[in-house]
């Protein structure tokens, strides 16, 4: 069997750390190729400089190594996001058509690009948020990963492009730090906790969102790109579903843990923001289709996350 090639591009980003290392333990370090704006140092990493709006400068790292597949995780985050909207819309679209484009030439065989629950917005089902509903995002954030679902469903649908797509909740994880996210509080508790045993949250105590430990995001991504084409059924973006808290609870369970932790509110303009979003996700399609379960619920995650950044 040929190996795959695979690129990373926004390989320093809190997802694409991880996922570098998974999926060089299952293919080996010379088949995974790390891209990023800003060189970081990685021993035995085979590592580019990438701007992905730089189409010439992809195309010709993708020859230089016969990459087969793209993960393409560079975007700015939803919080980042509304600072900069023409940035941010730049960058989440004219990157996304560059790799689209390099698959629907017959450059690489595969394409990884992840959407978000930010897809959804004030006038969707907050609980059990079905994977079709009514969509209007209402951050910059958002409209451009519900127009990137549109055009990865395009791409497959036209010119037969193997995308394939899943809309993240919160991602918790211990290995590198959060990116500019609404839901970045659930990481930042933890190393408040055990650095000062304090935080200050700023979303309301009772605002509750999906999220994931890092481990199943992983799951879920590499599961979905080593699934069969004829089980991909969905070309948009899959929900998927992990956990579901409010910060009141995150706190409640660290207490278990470091019980004179304490919790305090004082909420800024991601309030607006997590309040469009969904409080949880029904993620039947992606169970159906490819087996998707979730190892990690609340309980489990917290004694992981406290052991590990001990």
């Not at 400068?57 to 560079?74: D, E, F, G, P, S």
């Not at 918790?172 to 304090?198: C, F, M, Q, R």
């Not at 919790?263 to 289709?289: E, G, L, V």
Request: aromatic residues 12%; proline residues 5%; charged residues 25%.
């Amino acid at each position: 069997m040929t190996k795959e090639t695979i690129l990373i591009i926004g390989a320093n980003g809190q997802i694409g750390l991880e996922l570098a290392e998974s999926l060089r333990n299952i293919y080996g370090q010379d088949h995974v190729i790390s891209a990023d704006l800003k060189t970081i140092d990685q021993p035995g990493v085979i590592y580019e400089r990438l701007d992905v709006l730089d189409k010439d400068r992809m195309y010709a790292i993708i020859k230089k190594y016969n990459v087969t597949q793209v993960y393409l995780l560079a975007a700015l985050l939803s919080a980042t996001a509304e600072q900069k909207p023409k940035s941010a819309w730049n960058l989440n679209m004219e990157g996304l058509f560059n790799v689209l484009d390099a698959a629907k030439e017959g450059i690489i065989k595969k394409v990884y690009w992840p959407s978000s629950i930010a897809v959804f917005g004030p006038t969707t089902p907050r609980v059990n948020t079905p994977q079709y509903t009514v969509m209007e995002p209402n951050t910059i954030y958002g409209i451009s990963k519900q127009a990137g679902e549109r055009f990865c469903e395009y791409y497959f649908q036209k010119y037969n492009v193997d995308v394939r797509s899943i809309r993240y909740p919160g991602l918790i994880g211990w290995k590198s730090a959060p990116g500019g996210g609404t839901t970045d509080y659930a990481v930042h508790i933890y190393y408040e906790a055990l650095k000062n045993k304090s935080y200050e949250c700023f979303l309301s105590e009772q605002t509750e969102l999906p999220m994931m430990y890092m481990h199943d995001a992983l799951k879920a991504t590499i599961s979905l790109m080593d699934a069969p084409a004829e089980k991909v059924k969905i070309r948009s973006s899959y929900n998927i579903a992990g956990m579901s808290f409010t910060p009141k609870q995150i706190a409640e369970e660290i207490k278990k843990h470091i019980p004179d932790f304490t919790i305090s509110y004082k909420t800024d303009f991601r309030q607006a923001i997590a309040d469009s979003w969904p409080a949880s996700i029904d993620d039947t399609y992606a169970n159906k289709d490819w087996g998707w379960k979730p190892d990690f619920d609340l309980v489990k995650m917290t004694d992981d996350m406290l052991k590990n950044l001990k």
